[in-house]
């Protein structure tokens, strides 16, 4: 006995799957056994497969392959443009096709199908012979654009039916005569890969109805003429294709042709394809009339056309169709028929779970109702609304972008949160399941599946049975549980990052929310090198965007209001041990092949797991022998993680905010320093030396070039003639920064993770740097570094457009121009975005802004160039969707600055803070960021960093003001002694230290958050360092004032500048309250959920 398989009457001769809308070809061998019986196929192969599988084979005897003609079969027929252009001309109707006709071979019509001809020597002979014709001359050198303009849509009954026979394994030819023209051909108006062989007159030298050119169409299918059929819309080349044997549809109307079509292929179903469908196999078909008046009496759906029906291949074991009926795109889920476990396949069950869980926020298709009568199409089913969207069965996400990666993980995270959120008992699924006791149950289950079905001793299996009961989670918590919680089973909006559909609730139940958090990480733990499984383990996910297992955790945590997740181990080793188990269920009866009728709920579990695997995989060819080792293999990855695990609650990093989690687990992705992965440095003598280096250039920088400056640069802004210009000091040092390499600091090694437009410094590593900036507040502006060019730099490197980011980011970046953002409105409270009033019209090629702006820092410096605008752009959406940004050109008619605002007096010239009017601004589409609605999008994206920095620099300015204090209290002398004899002093003093200190921490806790967890994770410790750090500044700064008496408010120190400041950073990122508001709630549903 070889490998090989060996049943002699096989229907079965090659397994087929299909997935991602194509056709995957699995020799039987994949069952992994070499012993497989023919009963054995028989039994673990699903009826429907079975059934599938034999139509194949009957239609492989008939029909292998369909050949399309291109004009009048998929495209419209060019003769509609021929009587067109005669019009147009004032030729007598009929002459173009009559000089083709009569012309002959020797034509230049023929001669330029076959290749003959040049372009325009056709033009010149084909006007010649046109005109001799018409006896008048007719210029058709236009002809062929003529032509090709009217052939750009498809029609889509046929592309549908192209895409349906794919689907079924016969092959597809498109067969054209055609003329070569540069870059276009077929290409220009569908997609190539629709067909597996496309013959074109022009490239072949010969044209239909010459014989040639089929036999090279059919040498190219690999088929028998007889064994094809060719669709066409001229009796002359389906006679010389019939007169081969080529079966042929004469096509006077596609969607008729495509009838005709289906009767000639056995009885498939050529219409309105759906991806993963296929036609229905006979013993899965619903009697349709009974169907037709379900739709009719119950969903009150009406139409002349009976329903279309297609069958879902992907994952389920509850037969699913696709229904098109009366317009409605709509999805039906039934039992299978035949005898059934009681609990198996409960499609009652599904229904009801995700009709309750859709009322609570849970993304789920339109349910439009449930039939349990059996007699109407003989079990129970469900109706619901066919979400058009996009499945992703690569979980690498192939083809998009870092960040477009990252929004879809994260949506998923957010979708599984909904689930867990979802109130049992308002829902009314309070005897959905049992509650609590969810893990326990399950490890008997499956300890008890695995002893029944064990072919070897896997020594793995039998230490995690030991194992995993001995290190049950203390507590469990008890929420809906989906059960089979994966990407590939979500649905996402056509194009942007949302969750529309969350399918396959089969397995739900209650029971234990982390079982599912850990089934949708399971890839981060698949046995690396194995070649059917995509393992995150051997790839570098964190390049792609891809959260790793601890960013998805803490986003899920933040969501959930969790602090941690403890006994993650156990859950990672829980899901590979049930794995396991089921696979090696699956293998024993594969190899068994015994047993009376199949078990239907096995057998659905076979196929989820033989799907399972090649989803989890590229779609390369699995080999037998690998998936008999399948089992042992996860059950050894999962004892490797609950062998290495000690399962104590690790340290809190986190105050209030997020805990992170077990030791045992291992980050795969951080931004942090070289060396200091998952170490949080609290000193810049622990940066790596590449961030040392920097730190200690911009220190020396700061010293030796900055801080002697800095007085000449406050005198010069102290003559009113130079309120608003640039100090030549500033450019200078500026330049001199730029030659040094200390330029551009601030943009986060996350958003420019190859360092092309940045010094690549993680947040924490630039902490350092900004205290040192804080510390000579005219720093950040000759570093490059200065709000609120920082954040609209940011803005534009996450979101802009190629065409932004060329004309606005670049010259930002070089230093030569500056920016304002302009989101607070005089007439609104705007610390609630959601109240902003300014308006963003789309007329026609342009946008049309009107507002009034004011704070709108930076705006009256002499080279403010662009503004990041925010308005509505639709008062009628969604309060979070209603906003846009916008860059406005400043110097674009309508926008005109009305005043400077002071602080205290300060201008804060020469940036300013200004108040705007905007008035019937125009400008180009091109100018909106990432999308209309997208404003507070880009708002959360923008705020993280751009406040961080703010409190780093806050912590320098601190450090300048303790500094100025220690001076001048040890050289003044009141009462007989210096000031800092005085014990209220040296209070202040050391008040002031204590404070420094625990707020430093805070920042620094806050930038190592960001780094490795992200800046929506780090939200909470943002949020606290955002109210703790000018508070604290000015606390500080009041007490050096205070040591420096009336000289402290005055211009002559810094101390009044940089109270005026502080004070301002209680409002400027938003005011304290705000920033209260969101801390405390995160508290109260940490505590909340704590107590579930
Ligand atoms: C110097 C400076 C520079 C600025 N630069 C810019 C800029 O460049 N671009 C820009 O768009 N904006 C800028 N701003 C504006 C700043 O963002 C806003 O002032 C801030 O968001 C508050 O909005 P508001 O002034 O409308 O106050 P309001 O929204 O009217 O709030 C007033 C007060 O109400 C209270 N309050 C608000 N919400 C709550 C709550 N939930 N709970 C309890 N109390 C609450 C707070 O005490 C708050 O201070 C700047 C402001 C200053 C002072």
Redesign the pocket.
Same mark, same amino acid.
């Given at each position: 006995m070889n490998g090989d398989i060996k049943c002699k009457h096989i229907m079965i001769k090659n397994w087929r799957l299909v997935m991602d809308g194509r056709m995957h070809r699995f020799p039987l061998r994949i069952l992994g056994t070499p012993h497989i019986s023919e009963a054995g196929c028989r039994q673990i192969l699903s009826p429907r497969i079975q059934a599938a599988t034999l139509m194949a084979q009957h239609r492989t005897q008939t029909t292998k392959a369909v050949i399309f003609d291109l004009g009048g079969v998929v495209v419209p027929s060019p003769l509609a443009a021929f009587l067109e252009y005669e019009r147009k001309l004032g030729l007598p109707k009929g002459s173009i096709s009559r000089t083709v006709v009569e012309s002959g071979d020797s034509g230049a019509w023929n001669r330029l199908e076959r290749g003959e001809l040049t372009l325009s020597e056709f033009a010149d002979k084909f006007t010649e012979d046109v005109s001799a014709r018409a006896g008048k001359r007719a210029d058709m050198s236009g002809l062929l654009t003529y032509i090709g303009n009217g052939l750009t849509t498809p029609h889509q009954s046929i592309i549908d039916a192209v895409k349906s026979l794919r689907i079924e394994g016969l092959k597809t030819a498109l067969l054209t005569n055609n003329w070569a023209m540069e870059g276009e051909g077929p290409n220009r108006i569908m997609d190539r890969d629709l067909f597996d062989v496309i013959v074109e007159s022009s490239k072949v030298g010969t044209r239909k109805p010459e014989r040639r050119i089929y036999e090279i169409c059919l040498q190219q299918l690999d088929v028998k003429p007889e064994e094809s059929v060719f669709l066409d819309d001229l009796g002359v080349n389906l006679k010389a294709a019939k007169a081969m044997g080529i079966r042929t549809i004469k096509v006077t109307d596609p969607d008729k042709a495509v009838l005709d079509l289906e009767r000639e292929v056995g009885g498939l179903c050529l219409r309105r394809f759906v991806d993963g469908t296929t036609t229905v196999p006979e013993h899965l078909r619903i009697p349709m009339d009974r169907l037709e008046t379900f739709f009719n009496q119950k969903l009150n759906l009406h139409s002349t056309e009976p329903p279309v029906l297609r069958c879902f291949q992907h994952g389920q074991s509850n037969p699913t169709y696709y229904v098109y009926y009366a317009g409605q795109h709509l999805v039906l889920r039934k039992k299978p028929p035949g005898k059934l476990l009681p609990s198996a396949h409960a499609v009652e069950r599904e229904f009801k779970v995700m009709n309750a869980v859709g009322q609570f926020g849970v993304p789920i298709p339109k349910m439009y109702g449930l039939c349990e009568d059996s007699s109407v199409i003989g079990t129970p089913f469900y109706i619901m609304e066919y979400c058009k969207g996009r499945i992703f069965k690569s979980l690498h996400l192939p083809g998009m972008t870092y960040q477009e990666r990252r929004d879809i993980y994260f949506a998923m995270a957010d979708t599984l949160c909904k689930i867990h959120q979802v109130d049992i008992s308002k829902a009314g699924l309070d005897d959905y399941g049992k509650k609590g006791g969810y893990l326990k149950r399950n490890i008997v289950r499956w300890s008890k599946q695995y002893e029944a079905s064990k072919t070897e001793e896997i020594e793995a299996m039998n230490k995690l049975m030991d194992w995993l009961p001995k290190h049950l989670p203390e507590r469990e918590a008890v929420t809906i549980a989906h059960g089979d919680f994966r990407l590939d089973n979500l649905i996402f909006h056509p194009t942007k990052p949302e969750v529309i559909g969350v399918l396959d609730w089969e397995l739900s139940t209650i029971g234990d929310p982390i079982t599912d958090l850990c089934t949708c990480l399971l890839n981060y733990y698949m046995p690396a090198n194995f070649p059917m499984i995509t393992s995150f383990q051997n790839m570098d996910v964190a390049s792609l965007g891809i959260p790793s297992v601890q960013e998805f955790m803490d986003i899920y945590c933040q969501r959930m209001g969790i602090p941690s997740i403890p006994s993650w181990d156990f859950y990672v080793a829980f899901a590979l041990f049930r794995f396991a188990a089921i696979i090696q269920g699956v293998y024993k009866r594969a190899i068994s092949g015994q047993g009376s009728a199949p078990n239907s709920k096995l057998v659905g579990e076979f196929v989820l797991c033989i799907i399972c695997i090649c989803t989890l995989g590229q779609g390369s060819a699995p080999n037998s022998k690998l998936v008999g080792e399948f089992a042992k293999l996860m059950a050894e990855e999962g004892w490797k993680i609950a062998s290495n695990s000690n399962l104590r609650p690790t340290v809190s990093m986190a105050g209030g905010g997020i805990q992170l989690g077990n030791t045992g687990g291992k980050r795969n992705y951080s931004t942090s320093s070289e060396g200091a992965v998952n170490q949080m440095t609290v000193s810049p003598k622990g940066l790596s030396p590449r961030a040392k280096n920097l730190y200690d250039k911009v220190k020396d920088f700061i010293e030796k070039e900055i801080k002697p400056a800095e007085s000449e640069v406050m005198e010069f802004y102290r003559q009113e003639q130079n309120c608003w210009k640039v100090c030549p000091t500033v450019n200078r040092l500026k330049e001199k920064a730029k030659a040094a390499g200390l330029w551009n600091l601030f943009l986060p090694k996350e958003a420019d993770p190859e360092m092309k437009l940045g010094a690549g410094l993680t947040n924490l590593e630039y902490a350092f740097m900004c205290e040192e900036m804080g510390k000579v507040p005219l720093s950040s502006e000759i570093f490059n570094c200065q +709000?609120?060019d920082t954040g609209n730099m940011e803005v534009l490197v996450r979101y802009g457009s190629e065409q932004q980011k060329r004309q606005w980011l670049t010259p930002l970046l070089n230093g030569e121009m500056k920016s304002?953002?302009?989101?607070?409105?005089?007439k *609104? /409270?705007?610390?609630? /975005?959601t109240?902003i009033e300014s308006s963003i019209t789309r007329e026609r090629d342009h946008y049309v802004i009107n507002g009034h702006?004011?704070?709108?820092?930076? +705006?009256l410096h002499p080279n403010c160039k662009i503004c990041i605008f925010?308005g509505k752009t639709d008062k009628s959406a969604a309060t979070h969707r209603q906003q846009s940004m916008i860059l406005v050109p400043m110097d674009a008619p309508g926008v005109k600055i009305v005043r400077p #605002?002071s &602080?205290f007096g300060y201008l804060?010239n020469p940036a300013g803070?200004a108040e705007v009017i905007f008035e019937n601004v125009k400008v180009p589409l091109d100018n909106m960021l990432l999308g209309e609605g997208r404003g507070f999008e880009i708002a959360q994206g923008r705020l993280g960093p751009g406040r961080i920095h703010h409190c780093m620099r806050l912590i320098g300015n601190t450090e300048r003001a303790m500094e100025l204090m220690l001076e001048r209290t040890q050289n003044r002398v009141a009462f007989g002694k210096p000031l800092a004899a005085q014990g209220t002093i040296q209070q202040d003093v050391a008040k002031s230290r204590v404070e420094i200190e625990q707020t430093r921490l805070l920042v620094l806790k806050a930038a190592h958050m960001m780094d490795n967890y992200g800046n929506k994770v780090a939200a909470p410790e943002i949020a606290m360092i955002k109210v703790a750090a000018p508070n604290m500044a000015l606390r500080v700064i009041d007490r050096a004032i205070q040591a420096h008496g009336g000289g402290g408010l005055s211009e002559d120190f810094i101390l009044a500048g940089m109270f005026s400041?502080a004070r *301002? #950073?209680? #409002?400027?990122?938003?005011?304290?309250? &705000?920033h #209260?508001?969101s801390i405390s709630r995160q508290e109260y549903r940490k505590y909340n959920l704590s107590k579930l």
């Amino acid at each position: 006995m070889n490998g090989d398989i060996k049943c002699k009457h096989i229907m079965i001769k090659n397994w087929r799957l299909v997935m991602d809308g194509r056709m995957h070809r699995f020799p039987l061998r994949i069952l992994g056994t070499p012993h497989i019986s023919e009963a054995g196929c028989r039994q673990i192969l699903s009826p429907r497969i079975q059934a599938a599988t034999l139509m194949a084979q009957h239609r492989t005897q008939t029909t292998k392959a369909v050949i399309f003609d291109l004009g009048g079969v998929v495209v419209p027929s060019p003769l509609a443009a021929f009587l067109e252009y005669e019009r147009k001309l004032g030729l007598p109707k009929g002459s173009i096709s009559r000089t083709v006709v009569e012309s002959g071979d020797s034509g230049a019509w023929n001669r330029l199908e076959r290749g003959e001809l040049t372009l325009s020597e056709f033009a010149d002979k084909f006007t010649e012979d046109v005109s001799a014709r018409a006896g008048k001359r007719a210029d058709m050198s236009g002809l062929l654009t003529y032509i090709g303009n009217g052939l750009t849509t498809p029609h889509q009954s046929i592309i549908d039916a192209v895409k349906s026979l794919r689907i079924e394994g016969l092959k597809t030819a498109l067969l054209t005569n055609n003329w070569a023209m540069e870059g276009e051909g077929p290409n220009r108006i569908m997609d190539r890969d629709l067909f597996d062989v496309i013959v074109e007159s022009s490239k072949v030298g010969t044209r239909k109805p010459e014989r040639r050119i089929y036999e090279i169409c059919l040498q190219q299918l690999d088929v028998k003429p007889e064994e094809s059929v060719f669709l066409d819309d001229l009796g002359v080349n389906l006679k010389a294709a019939k007169a081969m044997g080529i079966r042929t549809i004469k096509v006077t109307d596609p969607d008729k042709a495509v009838l005709d079509l289906e009767r000639e292929v056995g009885g498939l179903c050529l219409r309105r394809f759906v991806d993963g469908t296929t036609t229905v196999p006979e013993h899965l078909r619903i009697p349709m009339d009974r169907l037709e008046t379900f739709f009719n009496q119950k969903l009150n759906l009406h139409s002349t056309e009976p329903p279309v029906l297609r069958c879902f291949q992907h994952g389920q074991s509850n037969p699913t169709y696709y229904v098109y009926y009366a317009g409605q795109h709509l999805v039906l889920r039934k039992k299978p028929p035949g005898k059934l476990l009681p609990s198996a396949h409960a499609v009652e069950r599904e229904f009801k779970v995700m009709n309750a869980v859709g009322q609570f926020g849970v993304p789920i298709p339109k349910m439009y109702g449930l039939c349990e009568d059996s007699s109407v199409i003989g079990t129970p089913f469900y109706i619901m609304e066919y979400c058009k969207g996009r499945i992703f069965k690569s979980l690498h996400l192939p083809g998009m972008t870092y960040q477009e990666r990252r929004d879809i993980y994260f949506a998923m995270a957010d979708t599984l949160c909904k689930i867990h959120q979802v109130d049992i008992s308002k829902a009314g699924l309070d005897d959905y399941g049992k509650k609590g006791g969810y893990l326990k149950r399950n490890i008997v289950r499956w300890s008890k599946q695995y002893e029944a079905s064990k072919t070897e001793e896997i020594e793995a299996m039998n230490k995690l049975m030991d194992w995993l009961p001995k290190h049950l989670p203390e507590r469990e918590a008890v929420t809906i549980a989906h059960g089979d919680f994966r990407l590939d089973n979500l649905i996402f909006h056509p194009t942007k990052p949302e969750v529309i559909g969350v399918l396959d609730w089969e397995l739900s139940t209650i029971g234990d929310p982390i079982t599912d958090l850990c089934t949708c990480l399971l890839n981060y733990y698949m046995p690396a090198n194995f070649p059917m499984i995509t393992s995150f383990q051997n790839m570098d996910v964190a390049s792609l965007g891809i959260p790793s297992v601890q960013e998805f955790m803490d986003i899920y945590c933040q969501r959930m209001g969790i602090p941690s997740i403890p006994s993650w181990d156990f859950y990672v080793a829980f899901a590979l041990f049930r794995f396991a188990a089921i696979i090696q269920g699956v293998y024993k009866r594969a190899i068994s092949g015994q047993g009376s009728a199949p078990n239907s709920k096995l057998v659905g579990e076979f196929v989820l797991c033989i799907i399972c695997i090649c989803t989890l995989g590229q779609g390369s060819a699995p080999n037998s022998k690998l998936v008999g080792e399948f089992a042992k293999l996860m059950a050894e990855e999962g004892w490797k993680i609950a062998s290495n695990s000690n399962l104590r609650p690790t340290v809190s990093m986190a105050g209030g905010g997020i805990q992170l989690g077990n030791t045992g687990g291992k980050r795969n992705y951080s931004t942090s320093s070289e060396g200091a992965v998952n170490q949080m440095t609290v000193s810049p003598k622990g940066l790596s030396p590449r961030a040392k280096n920097l730190y200690d250039k911009v220190k020396d920088f700061i010293e030796k070039e900055i801080k002697p400056a800095e007085s000449e640069v406050m005198e010069f802004y102290r003559q009113e003639q130079n309120c608003w210009k640039v100090c030549p000091t500033v450019n200078r040092l500026k330049e001199k920064a730029k030659a040094a390499g200390l330029w551009n600091l601030f943009l986060p090694k996350e958003a420019d993770p190859e360092m092309k437009l940045g010094a690549g410094l993680t947040n924490l590593e630039y902490a350092f740097m900004c205290e040192e900036m804080g510390k000579v507040p005219l720093s950040s502006e000759i570093f490059n570094c200065q +709000a609120p060019d920082t954040g609209n730099m940011e803005v534009l490197v996450r979101y802009g457009s190629e065409q932004q980011k060329r004309q606005w980011l670049t010259p930002l970046l070089n230093g030569e121009m500056k920016s304002c953002f302009g989101m607070t409105e005089p007439k *609104v /409270a705007s610390s609630d /975005a959601t109240n902003i009033e300014s308006s963003i019209t789309r007329e026609r090629d342009h946008y049309v802004i009107n507002g009034h702006k004011w704070w709108t820092s930076g +705006a009256l410096h002499p080279n403010c160039k662009i503004c990041i605008f925010m308005g509505k752009t639709d008062k009628s959406a969604a309060t979070h969707r209603q906003q846009s940004m916008i860059l406005v050109p400043m110097d674009a008619p309508g926008v005109k600055i009305v005043r400077p #605002l002071s &602080v205290f007096g300060y201008l804060d010239n020469p940036a300013g803070h200004a108040e705007v009017i905007f008035e019937n601004v125009k400008v180009p589409l091109d100018n909106m960021l990432l999308g209309e609605g997208r404003g507070f999008e880009i708002a959360q994206g923008r705020l993280g960093p751009g406040r961080i920095h703010h409190c780093m620099r806050l912590i320098g300015n601190t450090e300048r003001a303790m500094e100025l204090m220690l001076e001048r209290t040890q050289n003044r002398v009141a009462f007989g002694k210096p000031l800092a004899a005085q014990g209220t002093i040296q209070q202040d003093v050391a008040k002031s230290r204590v404070e420094i200190e625990q707020t430093r921490l805070l920042v620094l806790k806050a930038a190592h958050m960001m780094d490795n967890y992200g800046n929506k994770v780090a939200a909470p410790e943002i949020a606290m360092i955002k109210v703790a750090a000018p508070n604290m500044a000015l606390r500080v700064i009041d007490r050096a004032i205070q040591a420096h008496g009336g000289g402290g408010l005055s211009e002559d120190f810094i101390l009044a500048g940089m109270f005026s400041w502080a004070r *301002v #950073l209680r #409002l400027a990122d938003g005011p304290d309250e &705000v920033h #209260l508001r969101s801390i405390s709630r995160q508290e109260y549903r940490k505590y909340n959920l704590s107590k579930l």
